[in-house]
């Protein structure tokens, strides 16, 4: 073999030999990167985005640098990986957009897994949050994929971030009725559970009266999670108290006058 081949021949030889050195390094350093996310606050869902992150890093470095010892102008590797990377982000720019989405989720917490929440029509519990998608379990179980890109612009409420819930109803009695009669019966019935809060205390006032139907607001406390339970008992209680104490609650009447 020539001296002239040689010398064409061992720089790439040596920048294999760095390339091959380069991967051990690199499959060494990964492994070791992952163990400290794993012991770092961080949420598990960005250590693989972290470590494929740093991993790529090394990878474009590495190469980087074995071409440019081989003789390859360093300026044209850039032009080349920043070419790829534009024609990249121009085919995966709802991907990326998601992606995005996704660490200001992750980063920001607006909510966690295992919470309820609301986001435009969709509602349910976070059942995963990945980069690209958050997948929610509807209360009839189907399940709901939103992307992040979306989801992290969208007005997001979250049912579970708080410990305790207020319960709203609103009952309507006859105008002849006695209110006195019925805000007491309110006010006993937000007693006989145990899942109501005796403070903050429950809340009975009237609301508003129309077309001869008094509206009763009832306001209570209880645990989030008891959110559902409480506002089935008092709905059926009130009802059957009711009944029971003669109060008569109104249901909607049509007049129908027919012309002959």
Not at 110 to 117: E, L, V
Not at 133 to 139: A, E, K, M, N, V
Not at 224 to 247: P, Q, R, S
Request: proline letters at 4%.
């Amino acid at each position: 073999m020539s001296e002239v081949n040689i010398e064409i021949i061992m720089p790439w030889l040596i920048a294999a030999g760095m390339i091959l050195a380069g991967w051990i390094v690199i499959k060494i350093l990964s492994k070791i990167v992952i163990k400290a996310l794993k012991k770092s606050s961080l949420d598990p869902v960005l250590h693989k985005f972290i470590g494929h992150g740093l991993i790529a890093i090394c990878w474009i470095v590495l190469v980087g640098t074995a071409l440019s010892y081989a003789g390859v102008p360093l300026s044209t590797f850039i032009t080349v990986l920043g070419v790829a990377g534009a024609a990249i982000a121009l085919s995966l720019k709802d991907s990326l957009s998601n992606i995005a989405g996704g660490i200001i989720i992750i980063v920001s917490k607006p909510f966690t897994k295992g919470d309820f929440i609301e986001a435009g029509p969709a509602m349910g519990t976070v059942d995963q949050i990945d980069l690209l998608f958050t997948r929610l379990l509807t209360t009839d179980n189907k399940v709901v994929h939103i992307p992040n890109g979306n989801l992290s612009t969208s007005v997001i409420v979250n049912y579970s971030s708080e410990d305790k819930r207020r319960v709203d109803c609103r009952f309507g009695i006859s105008g002849t009725s006695s209110i006195s009669k019925a805000k007491e019966i309110l006010s006993v019935i937000a007693e006989q559970s145990d899942m109501i809060f005796s403070a903050p205390e429950p809340v009975i006032g009237i609301a508003e009266q129309s077309n001869g139907i008094v509206f009763i607001d009832m306001r209570v406390w209880c645990a989030t999670g008891d959110f559902g339970a409480v506002k089935y008992f008092l709905e059926e209680n009130v009802k059957i108290a009711f009944d029971e104490a003669g109060i008569e609650m109104p249901v909607p009447h049509i007049n129908i006058h027919t012309k002959k």
